[in-house]
């Protein structure tokens, strides 16, 4: 499946320069060390790649926890850690749902923007229900997630849209690179939903941006969810927890998307502290080039 989501990324970084009348650079795999990432790159960008597989991320998700990482910077450079794992989206399917009412609607109401802009500001249920239900249900959401290139996601049947379609990391990052760069939604809409998730309430505003800075533009859309609420033969009162931050980074001329998804949390905090770990690992070397 990672393969599928790197050759859908590069098929979109081509027609993107084509459209602007650019050579779309080469991309290849990047032969890297033995920590478990998997690389795509320019010739141009292979040392970069080799600095962000060289992060040890079992030694940052530690005491049992499962990460999933995956990068795909602007450039076209994408490096995945475990980033073609199937995972619960939590609320980072939100953002999704938001784009899929978005791109099939010719107008779009005042309510629908306000849901979209609760959905991802203050991550309310209610808010996100109504937007799947606008945007078909679960077959239509699965659908239009492959529609877009994310060929290893999934509602699962039933889901009302309360986070238990099945994602992974790779499809994240390719979502949030795809938005970002304007292949999904026209100029306005795409701003607007760009804007909500840039000023994400206090207790949302975690993940991705650790390490940034404070002229760095941060966009995300966090998830977590007790894995009690997914498995119902796991007992809700010692139940682990799914720990997601997904989103997209600018810094100067540099931008890059990242998801970075957890499983096997001891506490919500834990899991926040794990995800930060990782992405300030991250944000550091591409900050850094």
């Not at 999904?184 to 940034?212: K, M, N």
Request: hydrophobic fraction near 40%.
């Amino acid at each position: 499946m990672r393969i599928r989501a790197a050759t859908a990324l590069v098929a979109l970084l081509s027609l993107a320069a084509c459209a602007k009348g650019q050579a779309p650079a080469a991309l290849a795999p990047v032969a890297v060390g033995d920590l478990g990432w998997s690389c795509t790159s320019s010739a141009h960008q292979e040392a970069l790649a080799r600095e962000l597989a060289a992060i040890d991320v079992s030694s940052l998700a530690t005491d049992g926890v499962t990460a999933a990482v995956s990068v795909h910077d602007d450039t076209g450079m994408n490096c995945s850690y475990q980033g073609d794992e199937e995972l619960y989206a939590a609320s980072t399917i939100k953002v999704v749902t938001a784009t899929a009412v978005l791109s099939n609607a010719q107008e779009i109401s005042e309510e629908t923007w306000d849901r979209i802009e609760s959905a991802i500001i203050t991550s309310d249920n209610q808010a996100q229900q109504k937007l799947w239900e606008q945007a078909g249900g679960g077959q239509a959401m699965t659908d239009y997630m492959v529609s877009i290139g994310m060929d290893n996601s999934a509602a699962i049947p039933g889901d009302d849209g309360s986070g238990l379609a099945m994602v992974s990391a790779d499809d994240m990052a390719l979502f949030w690179n795809s938005l970002s760069q304007g292949r999904l939604l026209d100029q306005e809409r795409t701003r607007r939903v760009l804007g909500f998730a840039s000023t994400v309430a206090d207790d949302q505003d975690w993940g991705i941006g650790a390490g940034t800075g404070k002229d760095d533009r941060v966009q995300l859309k966090n998830g977590w969810l007790d894995e009690a609420t997914a498995d119902a033969r796991i007992d809700p009162g010692t139940s682990p927890w799914m720990v997601n931050s997904t989103g997209h980074i600018s810094s100067g001329d540099d931008g890059w998307a990242i998801a970075v998804m957890t499983t096997g949390n001891k506490t919500h905090s834990a899991g926040i502290a794990t995800v930060e770990e990782i992405s300030m690992a991250v944000n550091q070397v591409l900050l850094d080039r």
